[in-house]
């Protein structure tokens, strides 16, 4: 894939590191929707609630650990477009430290009306914006 990872700047925090001494699972979903919001807000302003008359919920998640990330931590968040379909998308996560990737990930997100309890199009603006990001490289 060509399309450039848009970057967030992520600092550990103590609420983020486990009985281990490093970076818990849950933290980093925290960490990939840290970036996911800030990629949003570049692209539209959008948001998760909001993209142009529905919102965004997500029925899939992987993570993948490759270095430990502790206390402290200066690490950089890239996101960017990975697939993109009729009302769902994935986004592709990597994050690193001082150059080195700590974890990668991905997140499928489906368009969703959270007034009608149930998946959508999705809208033809918000379309536009993704595809702008796939372009881009």
Do not use: W
């Not at 486990?18 to 933290?27: E, K, P």
């Not at 919920?57 to 490759?66: F, L, S, T, V």
């Not at 968040?77 to 990975?82: D, L, Q, S």
């Amino acid at each position: 894939m060509d399309n450039p990872f848009f970057s967030f700047p992520y600092r550990v925090g103590i609420g983020d590191i486990n009985y281990g001494g490093h970076v818990s699972n849950a933290a980093v979903l925290t960490i990939f929707q840290e970036a996911r919001l800030a990629f949003l807000a570049e692209l539209g302003p959008f948001s998760e609630i909001e993209i142009g008359g529905c919102g965004l919920i997500m029925p899939e998640a992987h993570a993948y650990y490759r270095q430990e990330m502790l206390h402290g931590d200066q690490l950089q968040i890239g996101v960017r477009v990975a697939a993109l379909k009729r009302s769902a998308f994935t986004l592709e996560y990597r994050i690193s430290r001082n150059g080195e990737v700590t974890a990668e990930g991905t997140t499928v997100l489906v368009c969703f009306d959270y007034q009608q309890r149930k998946p959508c199009r999705m809208p033809l603006l918000f379309r536009t914006a993704l595809e702008t990001t796939l372009r881009v490289g």
